[in-house]
Structure formats: structure tokens, C-alpha cells
């Protein structure tokens, strides 16, 4: 395994990405509504991206359509976006990968659609916070168990389950770059953190029993059980100073898009 280091203009370049992503994000969230289709997000946000003058990673990555991938309610990743209409009490977890100047952003957030079940507001809490908590363990001198054991604790603490099959990864001129990054673990295990690392850590969890199924299409990844799913992501890089965030989709929430990126969009 070779985790490869990004100098400090490497990691910009990865936060230019990481802006026009969360932005991205930002529009998903506006439009996401009961009625909208996962082809019209999709669509939206392929716009969006190229209008940045970037490239959404995902589409034509090993085949796959898509610019997002559009995953409802018990589909954990990987979902085609297509026909599927949003309803009220869906949740939707939409994953997202920038390129800008060769360098590859990727996030994922679970969107409530309208007021949804206490279940899926749990679950959607527990699996963020989880993904914060795990930032939090992104420092010089921690080691990568570390990271993947904070996500299995407060996901289990919540009474909920961590996938198995599926990992986070490193990021940077590639999109899937090592480590693996598991959403469970020993503390004190695995590869030391160095600062110039940058990791897409994703927590996927399931209300139910933690095992998966494949989907009819070879992509879509369901809980087996039928219990719903979340996915929150992030690309977090490991500076002197602690984790920096580089896809920064939490931050102005409720904001909407500016008017020039409105404009842009709708261009
Ligand atoms: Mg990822």
C-alpha cells in the first residue's frame, strides 16, 4: 500500500475542487423535492459542475451513466439516476465527485425528503455525526484505526450497523487512491497519519443488519434487509494543524446558491 502525500498546493488545488463540489451539494439540497427525479438532479448537476469549468468524475467511471450517484431510501450507493420520482419521507443519498485542473473532490450527504420517520432522522444524525467524529480523529500521529473506530463507535452506540463491504479510500489525482479506509476498526491500528494525506472518509450505515445486496443493474447497493440507509462523505486532508475539510457541504446550510452560480446554473 502507498498512500500518496499532497504538498500544500497540491491540497488547494484538491479545496478548488472541493468548493465547486460542495456547491454542488448545496444545489442538490435546493432541488431535491418531492416530484423531482433523480434524472432531473443528475442533470442539474452535471450542469452546474461543467459550468465551473469541471468534471463530474463519476459519469463514464467503469461505465457508469451518471453524474451523481442517486441512491433512495434502502439503496446504500451507487444508484443510476433515472425515472425514479422523489416522494415525501424518502431520504436520498446523492454522492458527488469534482475534478478541477486534475484533481478529484468526492462527498456524499443522505437528504431528507420533507419530514421523514424518527428512524430515518436518527439514523441520518448518527451516520453524520459519525462522519464528524471520524474527521475529528484526522491528526498527524493518529493512526488510520483510529478514524475507522470512531465511525463504528457512534454508529453502534446509536444502535445501528457500519456496512462491511463497502470503504472510503484516499483522493487526489485519483479518485480511489490507498488506504482503504473501512467504517470499522481497532483504535492504535493501521498506518500511521501524516500531514499531506488527504482520505474521503464515507460512513454507510444501515437501520437494520449491516449486510448488503447487489442491485439488478450490477451497481446499486441495497441493504439486504430492506432497512433504510444513509451516507454522509467528506474529503478531509490531515494538516500540522488537525483535519481540514475540503468538500465543505455542511457549511451555510441554509443558504441557497449565489445569484451568479443561480444564473450559471440555469444558463
Ligand atoms: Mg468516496
Redesign the pocket.
Known amino acids: 500500500m502507498a498512500i500518496i502525500k499532497k504538498s500544500p498546493d497540491e491540497i488547494e488545488k484538491i479545496a478548488a475542487s472541493g468548493r465547486v463540489l460542495a456547491r454542488c451539494h448545496r444545489l442538490m439540497r435546493s432541488k431535491a423535492r418531492p416530484g423531482v427525479t433523480t434524472g432531473d438532479l443528475d442533470a442539474a448537476a452535471e450542469r452546474f459542475i461543467r459550468s465551473q469549468g469541471a468534471e463530474p468524475v463519476f459519469k463514464g467511471y467503469r461505465g457508469f451513466p451518471g453524474s451523481i450517484c442517486a441512491s433512495p431510501n434502502s439503496m446504500v450507493v451507487h444508484g443510476i439516476p433515472g425515472s425514479y420520482e422523489l416522494k415525501r419521507g424518502d431520504i436520498l443519498s446523492v454522492?458527488i465527485?469534482v475534478q478541477l485542473d486534475g484533481w478529484v473532490a468526492?462527498a456524499?450527504v443522505t437528504l431528507p425528503i420533507g419530514p421523514i420517520s424518527a428512524v430515518a432522522t436518527g439514523l441520518l444524525a448518527s451516520t453524520r455525526e459519525a462522519l464528524f467524529e471520524a474527521v475529528e480523529q484526522c491528526r498527524p500521529d493518529n493512526r488510520l484505526g483510529d478514524v475507522c473506530a470512531a465511525v463504528q463507535r457512534r454508529v453502534e452506540a446509536d444502535g445501528y450497523s457500519v456496512i462491511r463491504s463497502l470503504v472510503?479510500?484516499g483522493?487526489g489525482r485519483d479518485?480511489h487512491e490507498d488506504p482503504q479506509i473501512p467504517n470499522f476498526g481497532r483504535p492504535g491500528s493501521g498506518p500511521e497519519l501524516e500531514e499531506g494525506m488527504v482520505l474521503?472518509i464515507?460512513p454507510m450505515v444501515n437501520a437494520g443488519s449491516h449486510e448488503v445486496r447487489m442491485g439488478n443493474d450490477d451497481w446499486a447497493v441495497y441493504s439486504r434487509d430492506g432497512s433504510l440507509a444513509a451516507h454522509f462523505?467528506h474529503t478531509v486532508a490531515i494538516t500540522s494543524n488537525g483535519p481540514r475539510i475540503l468538500s465543505p457541504w455542511h457549511e451555510g446550510e441554509e443558504g441557497s446558491l449565489s445569484a451568479a452560480e443561480g444564473a450559471a446554473v440555469r444558463a
Open positions: 454522492d465527485g468526492d456524499a472510503g479510500h483522493v479518485m474521503a464515507e462523505e
